[in-house]
């Protein structure tokens, strides 16, 4: 992964508690990727903002909110995070249609949950080789 380049960026977007903002939130992603020249592992990483957005607004965003994604490089190290509002943790569950924490973890370095006031965040990481 190309990220010891450019360390210490940050880049985030919120977007309405609508299904077709998945798109939106890969094309965001995408974008940054390209804007950071982030080359190793780019599909894994939207394939990961294509899942955690998909759960934010099944699981997480009540009503009338939104979700934020933010996407963080630490120089060798890219971090997603999808922000909701809802209640809960997000976990793996034994359901059908319930493979998109499956695949994050299968995909990803690292992931995992934090609690926030209102809701929590759910993130994935992506290493580079050299760390």
Known sequence: ?????????????????????????????????????????????????????TNALRHGVPRGRTYRLRLLNFGCCLRVEVHDSGPGRSRILGRPHGNGLRIVEAVSDLWGVLPRSPGKVVWAEFRSGEC
């Open 1 to 53: 992964m190309n990220l010891n380049t450019q360390p210490g960026l940050m880049r985030e977007r919120s977007f309405p508690r609508a299904f077709h903002t998945v798109a939106a939130a890969r094309a965001f992603a995408r974008e940054t990727l390209t804007a950071w020249d982030v080359t190793d592992r780019p599909a894994d990483i939207v394939l990961c903002v294509s899942e955690l957005a």
